[in-house]
């Protein structure tokens, strides 16, 4: 919640708490992605939700109906983008990173921690053991949780 609460501070920080409109708070969140609204909206409410509390404002405006952007929005890609971008970084150093991502559905830190023992290619397709995580200081690291560890299934490009 550390990074909702310094994009609410930022953004809605300076306005004092009573100027602060469902508008507002809607065009942040519409500049985010489906989780990071998520939780920007639940920081936004409960730190208005106590200034009602203390008679700071009578109502609080996060709580008005606001719209969180689709979870799958524009961040998706069908099979013809996905083959035009091929097409650019093939040959290139992101290519393997690439094909993980948009043909097995790695995150991109997962894409760049898998190393070439733990692919096994197959006639159509490869299966990839994802057990670690490039952050983006570089540093390799253990996925978030266990259950994150797994098999995919990445189709031929």
Known sequence: YLSAWRKAEKTLGPSPVSAITPMMIQEQMDTMGAHAAHQFQGVVKRT???????????SNPA?????L?????????NRGQI?????IVRGSDLEAAFILQGCGGLRVGESLGVMVDEVTKHEGYAT?????????????????TDESERTALVLDP
Do not use: M, N, W
């Open 48 to 58: 208005l939700d106590y200034a009602v509390v203390l008679g700071v404002i009578s």
């Open 69 to 77: 952007p689709d979870k799958y929005g524009k961040g998706v890609y």
């Open 83 to 87: 083959d035009k971008l091929l097409e």
């Open 128 to 144: 990839v053991e994802v057990r670690r995580q490039i952050l983006k200081d570089g540093e390799a690291c253990r996925l978030k």
């Open 63 to 67: 709580d008005a109906p606001l719209r």
